[in-house]
């Protein structure tokens, strides 16, 4: 499934002889292949890249891993299985059928939820987001138990050494290095920063559009990050800078090493440079 994550990542202030702005600079992430590393190492087309230097069957392992973890936290605390089949683009999208009802004594797994075709499902629907919410609010951390979290990081580690360190990105001046750590393998909390959207369904574009109207800031601008036409032709639509980002060995926007400073250029071609920017910025 196809996401794209809106982040704002600082807000610097713009000065200017009558006033001061604030900036809002707003990273919009086509999560596959560029944060999260996990259909490449399946298909092992990351390890072949490296022509015979990577172990193609450890990272088909790894991914495996992932996806098995992934599924099982899914299953065991985001009910998965009830609801994978009624996709939908983002956690609020049916906020208007919450009727705010105390869910502590709540059994989903006797409501008999079906597809959300009528007011009623589409209530029993939204209650599972809201859950999914609060969840995604509290962090992975403060839900599952030491092993499990254990396991993760574990796997984390295992996969940043693999990749080359593609998840800590701890190359020096790489860019917002903290964002990986936060979104998931880390397990921390994103939904509090910012919010994930599923353009499955509904499209890149109006993810995009959804993201620009959430950040409503006199002076905002975004930069999309992705490794597909569908991004890049979204972002053109939107007038917006784009940033492939290419896993291949020695390439310049291999994620890892990707720094603020080659960023700020690709926002001056679009937005041009503000006044207090210099050329290092």
């Not at 987001?129 to 990081?153: C, F, M, P, S």
């Amino acid at each position: 499934m196809a996401g794209a994550v809106g982040m704002p990542e600082r807000e610097t202030p713009i000065f200017s002889s009558n006033n001061v702005r604030p900036r809002l600079d707003v990273y919009v992430w086509d999560m596959d292949e560029t944060l999260v590393l996990l259909n490449s190492l399946l298909k092992s087309s990351y390890a072949e890249a490296f022509n015979g230097l990577k172990d193609v069957q450890k990272g088909v392992e790894i991914g495996r891993m992932w996806e098995n973890l992934i599924l099982q936290t899914c299953d065991d605390y985001f009910f998965y299985e009830q609801i994978e089949n009624y996709n939908k683009p983002f956690l609020d999208s049916l906020a208007q059928y919450d009727d705010g009802s105390d869910l502590s004594d709540y059994d989903f797994n006797k409501d008999e939820l079906g597809a959300p075709q009528d007011d009623a499902n589409k209530r029993k629907l939204a209650y599972r987001h809201r859950v999914i919410a609060q969840k995604y609010i509290q962090g992975l951390r403060n839900i599952l138990d030491q092993e499990t979290i254990k396991h993760w990081d574990e796997l984390y580690d295992k996969t940043d050494e693999y990749t080359d360190r593609w998840l800590s990105s701890v190359t020096s001046g790489s860019l917002i290095p903290s964002l990986v750590k936060c979104l998931l393998f880390r397990l921390d909390s994103l939904i509090s920063h910012g919010n994930v959207y599923s353009s499955w369904e509904v499209g890149k574009i109006q993810c995009f559009r959804w993201i620009k109207e959430r950040f409503n800031h006199p002076n905002v601008r975004f930069c999309v990050f992705g490794d597909g036409w569908e991004e890049c032709e979204a972002a053109e639509i939107m007038r917006w800078p784009f940033v492939k980002i290419d896993p291949r060995p020695g390439k310049l926007h291999r994620f890892p090493g990707l720094t603020l400073t080659t960023v700020s250029h690709y926002f001056s071609v679009v937005y041009g440079r503000p006044n207090n920017e210099n050329e290092d910025g």
